[in-house]
């Protein structure tokens, strides 16, 4: 848990530091559009860190459970948020990856899946006692 918790405060300073740049040194240099991108590649990876904090502190997830979500949520970062970074950031061309943040917002999706079918499971199992 707490390489886990290491790496999510690390993703966290990322997200806070790449917020500032594209706030103050990018702001002339990206369109408009592309710091909307940015933005929004930064604002994801800092949902995701948010829910991963508690994805493993909450005591009553099983371990697999928080494995299978911290790993969607960690790739879907990496995926989601690391490509649109590579784009704007990097100047690697959109068109040579493009395929790549769709499938960072599938891990995302996974990610809350498996955390909807825990907490349904669990109501369901509470209703019938």
Do not use: D
């Not at 706030?23 to 933005?39: V, Y």
């Amino acid at each position: 848990m707490n390489k886990n918790l290491s790496i999510t405060t690390f993703l966290g300073i990322i997200a806070i530091v790449l917020g500032a740049f594209a706030a103050h040194a990018l702001k002339e240099k990206l369109t408009t559009e592309g710091l909307e991108s940015l933005n929004t590649a930064i604002r994801y990876q800092m949902y995701h860190v948010i829910v991963l904090l508690f994805v493993n502190t909450y005591r009553e997830f099983p371990e697999k459970l928080m494995r299978n979500v911290s790993f969607a949520f960690f790739f879907g970062i990496v995926l989601f948020s690391g490509s649109i970074y590579a784009i704007y950031l990097l100047g690697i061309p959109a068109k040579s990856i493009w395929f790549v943040t769709p499938l960072g917002g599938l891990c995302f999706i996974l990610g809350w899946s498996l955390l909807f079918v825990f907490f349904i499971r669990k109501v369901i199992n509470k209703k019938s006692k």
